[in-house]
């Protein structure tokens, strides 16, 4: 029966690699052919204030406000009841907005616009070099400690598993155009942080069986240290992904792209660590010979 379970499962783990692989080549075209549509955070945009009826809920805003301006216009409540921020982009040259007292009319509130100013492209900008810096340092700070932690074949597994999770999560969003802003980033970075914890947790396992058990082959090692993790990482994700659930559905507009970019974090972070991290130390050649301590010379 374990045989049976150990041959299956390294079957299951090639049939999951290449669907990885697959959907990696996917998401790097969908990047490369259609790119990202970039939030008001980083290409600029208009920012209006207005205030009206505090019984009114942004459900009610925001469709008005998106088929009057033609686009996703994000409506986040002020520090205020009643008060409310709108953020949409800047209208192209020949085109004007209609006035949001007009659009929001139907709804009977008594509309008052407070202010509006433009958010120059330069602070976009400026995000956008910060937050590509941010995730360049993160993946050098975890490319170091992954290194120092394994030998480099169990590294290069969870490094690529890292690289795939980030690479699906902003594949999806090119691939569906929504609006990628800071709230998203964020979420790649804490996606960084949960998929190298799953890889950690099972090349530590893969570690202590290739010392434990010297003679094992790599695929069997492989399986067995998936199976002794599995009820771990299956309770971990599906804790997170409960929590990730509702704060999808009860969390509002603003927090929807982190969300969802964070729900297929976890999803693929689980996938990967099982499939992509295994996978890539078994053809790289990885030993039971490389953590065994090597004997030391002896002078004749």
Same mark, same amino acid.
């Given at each position: 029966m374990?045989?049976w379970?150990?041959?299956?499962?390294?079957?299951?783990?090639?049939?999951?690699?290449?669907?990885?692989?697959?959907?990696?080549?996917?998401?790097?075209?969908?990047?490369?052919?259609? #790119?990202?549509?970039?939030?008001?955070?980083?290409?600029?945009?208009?920012?209006?204030?207005?205030?009206?009826?505090?019984?009114?809920?942004?459900?009610?805003?925001?469709?008005? *406000?998106? =088929? #009057?301006?033609?686009?996703?216009?994000?409506?986040? =409540?002020?520090?205020?009841?009643?008060?409310?921020?709108? @953020?949409?982009?800047?209208?192209?040259?020949?085109?004007?907005y209609?006035?949001?007292?007009?659009?929001?009319?139907?709804?009977?509130?008594?509309?008052?616009?407070?202010?509006?100013?433009?958010?120059?492209?330069?602070?976009?900008?400026?995000?956008?070099?910060?937050?590509?810096?941010?995730?360049?340092v993160? *993946?050098?700070?975890?490319? #170091?400690?992954?290194?120092? @932690?394994?030998?480099? @074949?169990?590294? =290069?597994?969870?490094?690529?598993?890292?690289?795939?999770?980030?690479?699906?999560?902003?594949?999806?969003?090119a691939?569906?155009? *929504?609006?990628?802003?800071?709230?998203?980033l964020?979420?790649?970075?804490?996606?960084?942080?949960y998929?190298?914890n799953?890889?950690?947790?099972?090349?530590?396992?893969?570690?202590?069986?290739l010392?434990?058990?010297?003679?094992?082959?790599?695929?069997?090692?492989?399986?067995?240290?998936?199976?002794?993790?599995?009820?771990?990482?299956?309770?971990?994700?599906?804790?997170?992904?409960?929590?990730?659930s509702?704060?999808?559905?009860?969390?509002?507009?603003s927090?929807?792209?982190?969300?969802?970019a *964070?729900?297929?974090g976890?999803?693929?972070?689980?996938?990967?660590?099982?499939?992509?991290?295994?996978?890539?130390?078994?053809?790289? #050649?990885l030993?039971?010979?490389?953590?065994?301590?090597?004997?030391?010379?002896?002078?004749?």
């Amino acid at each position: 029966m374990k045989n049976w379970i150990i041959t299956n499962l390294t079957k299951l783990r090639y049939m999951t690699g290449i669907v990885s692989i697959a959907l990696m080549v996917i998401s790097i075209s969908f990047i490369c052919i259609r #790119g990202l549509n970039w939030g008001l955070d980083f290409t600029g945009g208009v920012v209006s204030e207005v205030q009206m009826n505090s019984q009114i809920t942004s459900s009610e805003i925001e469709p008005l *406000m998106d =088929a #009057g301006f033609k686009q996703d216009v994000v409506v986040i =409540a002020a520090d205020e009841p009643g008060r409310w921020i709108l @953020r949409y982009a800047v209208p192209a040259k020949g085109e004007t907005y209609p006035a949001i007292t007009q659009v929001l009319d139907p709804l009977h509130a008594q509309v008052q616009v407070l202010n509006t100013s433009i958010v120059g492209p330069q602070v976009g900008a400026e995000m956008a070099s910060q937050g590509g810096l941010a995730l360049l340092v993160t *993946m050098l700070c975890i490319l #170091g400690y992954l290194s120092y @932690r394994f030998e480099w @074949r169990l590294a =290069a597994g969870a490094l690529l598993a890292l690289m795939h999770d980030v690479i699906l999560a902003v594949g999806f969003f090119a691939m569906t155009q *929504m609006e990628f802003n800071l709230t998203v980033l964020a979420a790649i970075l804490a996606i960084l942080g949960y998929s190298l914890n799953d890889s950690i947790v099972i090349a530590d396992r893969i570690r202590e069986l290739l010392i434990a058990k010297p003679k094992q082959n790599i695929e069997a090692t492989n399986n067995e240290a998936i199976i002794a993790t599995f009820s771990r990482t299956m309770v971990t994700s599906g804790t997170t992904l409960m929590t990730i659930s509702s704060l999808w559905l009860l969390g509002g507009a603003s927090l929807q792209g982190f969300s969802i970019a *964070m729900f297929i974090g976890v999803l693929t972070g689980t996938w990967s660590s099982i499939s992509v991290g295994t996978l890539l130390p078994e053809f790289v #050649g990885l030993k039971s010979e490389h953590y065994l301590p090597k004997p030391e010379s002896q002078d004749p």
